[in-house]
């Protein structure tokens, strides 16, 4: 991938509802009608600065019909394939023991430094040719903001991978579609954010959507059948799911909340420096996590505390446990490193696709994906879905999808009186 020549990283306003890692990244190098744009250096002085007394000359690169085909089958392909891999990654069981992999800190350790690699080839080839690479960590200021980002996101991920003892894979992918909720609820209680009627009323469709869906919960299928007799000692207590999956959900709000404060205070950071450093923070945490904690237990005997003696020997060695889990049985291996590869691929396209064309296309893109994930793992895993539970699904996805509609309706709005206001400006101008 050849480095693109001079375009110009336009900001979007912050968004109500944001998409998190690795499903939807907010930000990109686009312009403001999702089209790419070079300047005509024409216009600048030796040093290549733009000339104040001349108004740089604006070239539109239209995207076409085959890089609309790549980005969002890039965004598919890759999306898909990492839901597959991560719902066999979490509920397939091996060995006599019939043990699953439940290591989640390592996972996402394994997968934050794919995305944090491949988000800097991606920052790298995609800045302008004759300026320097964006910096990840632009100022002292913006670490403190970054830091809570990658706090949130790293702990976002255990609670949605423990609920998933206590709840089927379909329930999962469900939830994870109404990251408006708490997005949403962040936004009125902390910064007392209003909202439209209609956002309250998709609030209610999801709720009542997820509601219906868990109050029809099958009772059996091919998986449930499976789990039921290798698990017979695992209550599939739904209650205690859907509370770790909120809990989830509402560190995934709080991380979303916080990158667009980052983006609307911080101008003009993009996505591809979020990417890279909310990932390059995130392993470094879960990494420490996993090399230190096991020193753990010898701590009373060098401290003499009696605090340290209370951690088990069994809650500090995850890293050990998913190394020897690994060697034991590599097809999980592969399954990570695809997981993980597919996570960051993703995101990739997702940027390219916010570089090329609108965010618009993306909301859309990103609903009919989810929509698309769950049809894959009812047929795939043999899931079975009952009458009043696909009611429940029409309800949220048909919440999320007049969400979409509205938002693109009233973006519209806004374009076309922005620019409408630009050219009586420059009417104005022309008069005087």
């Known amino acids: 991938m050849a480095r693109q020549k001079q375009l110009i990283p336009l900001q979007r306003e912050p968004s109500d509802f944001s998409k998190g890692p690795p499903d939807t990244p907010a930000q990109g190098w686009r312009g403001s009608n999702g089209s790419s744009k070079t300047i005509d ?3 600048t002085n030796g040093n290549g600065n733009l000339k104040h007394a001349l108004e740089p000359v604006i070239v539109e690169h239209p995207a076409g019909l085959p890089q609309l085909i790549i980005c969002v089958g890039g965004i598919y392909i890759s999306f898909l394939s990492w839901a597959l891999l991560q719902e066999r990654i979490t509920t397939t069981t091996y060995g006599p023991a019939q ?56 702990l976002a991920s255990p609670f949605g991978y423990a609920s998933l003892a206590h709840i089927d894979y379909i329930t999962f992918i469900l939830a994870k579609a109404c990251k408006l909720l708490p997005v949403m609820f962040l936004h009125v209680t902390l910064f007392r954010k209003p ?18 869906f868990t109050l029809y919960h099958p009772t059996s299928s091919k998986s449930s059948k499976k789990h039921s007799a290798k698990f017979a000692d695992t209550e599939r207590n ?25 983006f609307a205070t911080h101008k003009p950071y993009t996505g591809p420096q979020m990417m890279v450093a909310q990932n390059i923070l995130a ?30 020997p069994s809650a500090t060695s995850e890293l050990a446990s998913a190394l020897s889990f690994l060697r034991a049985h590599p097809a999980v291996l592969t399954d990570v490193l695809g997981f993980a590869a597919c996570g960051a691929v ?37 899931h079975r879905l009952g009458a009043g539970q696909w009611v ?41």
């Open 195 to 212: 909202y439209p009627l209609y956002k309250y009323i998709v609030v209610a469709l999801v709720t009542a959507g997820v509601a219906v």
């Open 238 to 262: 739904n209650a205690w799911g859907l509370f770790l999956l909120s809990i989830n959900l509402l560190l995934d709000g709080l991380t979303n909340s916080t990158q667009d404060h980052i």
């Open 392 to 432: 429940g699904v029409g309800l949220v996805f048909g919440g999320v999808g007049a969400e979409a509609v509205v938002a693109r309706a009233e973006k519209k709005k806004r374009e076309e009186r922005k620019r409408l206001g630009l050219e009586e400006e420059g009417e104005g101008k022309k008069d005087q």
């Open 41 to 43: 250096m024409s216009h």
């Open 283 to 312: 392993t470094a945490l879960t990494t420490s996590y996993l090399l230190f904690l096991p020193i753990l237990p010898l701590l009373p005997a060098l401290l003499s505390s009696p605090l340290t003696s209370l951690i088990p």
């Open 346 to 382: 993703g995101q990739i396209f997702i940027y390219m696709t916010l570089a090329k064309f609108s965010s618009l296309l993306l909301v859309t893109v990103t609903v009919t994906r989810k929509m698309l994930t769950m049809v894959l793992s009812v047929l795939w895993f043999g």
């Open 99 to 154: 043990k699953r992999f439940t290591y989640a800190i390592f996972l996402n350790t394994v997968q934050s430094l794919f995305a944090a690699l491949t988000g800097s080839l991606y920052l790298y080839f995609s800045a302008p040719r004759s300026a320097p690479v964006p910096a990840v960590f632009p100022s002292r200021r913006i670490l403190g903001p970054l830091l809570l980002v990658a706090v949130t996101s790293s």
